[in-house]
């Protein structure tokens, strides 16, 4: 069974720094691509970044370009994503995800992923002014 478990989570004041972590197992090599998402009460889950594992490509949201940077483990199982200089308005409960194929990670021209299966259950990041 396929699954992610983020964590890394927690508050810091703006200008601070926070790294999150989200570990995938279950995959026979490694998932297709990963992604970082965030959701605050009452608002849509937006897509903050992903990365293709095998390839190293990764995409940002314009609203953490220069600020939120992935990276990878050697065995491209976990993602890694470090947050600085964070905003209050980066509060949110952070979400990861994994996809096992082109399908699961299609991203439409919206910059949503609709298709992706497998989430993990999520962790806070509270930032404070």
């Known amino acids: 069974q396929v699954k992610v478990v983020e964590s890394g989570g927690g508050s810091v004041q703006a200008g601070g720094s926070l790294r999150l972590s989200c570990r995938a197992s279950?995959?026979?090599?490694?998932?297709?691509?990963m992604a970082w998402f965030r959701q605050t009460p009452g608002k849509e889950r937006e897509a903050v970044a992903s990365m293709f594992p095998f390839s190293g490509r990764s995409y940002y949201a314009d609203s953490v370009k220069g600020r939120f940077t992935l990276s990878q483990d050697n065995t491209k199982t976990t993602l890694y994503l470090q947050m600085n200089n964070l905003k209050p308005d980066d509060t949110a409960a952070y979400y990861c995800?994994?996809?096992?194929?082109?399908?699961?990670?299609?991203?439409?021209?919206?910059?949503?992923?609709?298709?992706?299966?497998?989430w993990g259950q999520g962790t806070q990041v509270t930032v404070s002014s």
């Open positions: 279950g995959y026979t090599r490694s998932p297709y691509c």
């Open positions: 995800a994994a996809g096992r194929d082109s399908w699961e990670c299609r991203q439409t021209n919206t910059g949503r992923y609709p298709n992706f299966r497998t």
